[in-house]
Nanobody
Framework: QVQLVESGGGLVQPGGSLRLSCAAN????????MAWYRQVPGKQRELVAA???????NYADSLKGRFTISRDNAKDTLYLQMNSLQPEDTATYYC????????????WGQGTQVTVSS
């Protein structure tokens, strides 16, 4: 079983930056895919960015150029660098891991709050 703990959220002004971290309780080297999602009250949880064990990445179209996902296998940690933050980025951000073998098991962290206020 995998436990995930997010950190790094907080209050920032528009145009500011934050780096979120997701620490795992075991090696992430063999985890098939890790990702960041976000959710606001009354709306569906949406994918922010994902990264495979091989280093391939994908992003929500609206976030390309502002957000960067990365992983450090030596530190068992996933990161999300967020730049040029806007009020519409305000949400709870969740770390996700897809772990094999088939059928793949999904694990979630408890989330970290990001608030962008003018």
């Amino acid at each position: 079983q995998v436990q995930l703990v997010e950190s790094g959220g907080g209050l920032v002004q528009p145009g500011g930056s934050l780096r979120l971290s997701c620490a795992a309780n075991r090696s992430i080297f063999s985890i098939y895919r890790m990702a960041w999602y976000r959710q606001v009250p009354g709306k569906q949880r949406e994918l922010v960015a994902a990264i495979s064990s091989g280093g391939n990445t994908n992003y929500a179209d609206s976030l390309k150029g502002r957000f960067t996902i990365s992983r450090d296998n030596a530190k068992d940690t996933l990161y999300l660098q967020m730049n040029s933050l806007q009020p519409e980025d305000t949400a709870t951000y969740y770390c996700n891991a897809a772990v094999g073998p088939i059928p793949v098991s999904l694990y979630w962290g408890q989330g970290t709050q990001v608030t962008v206020s003018s």
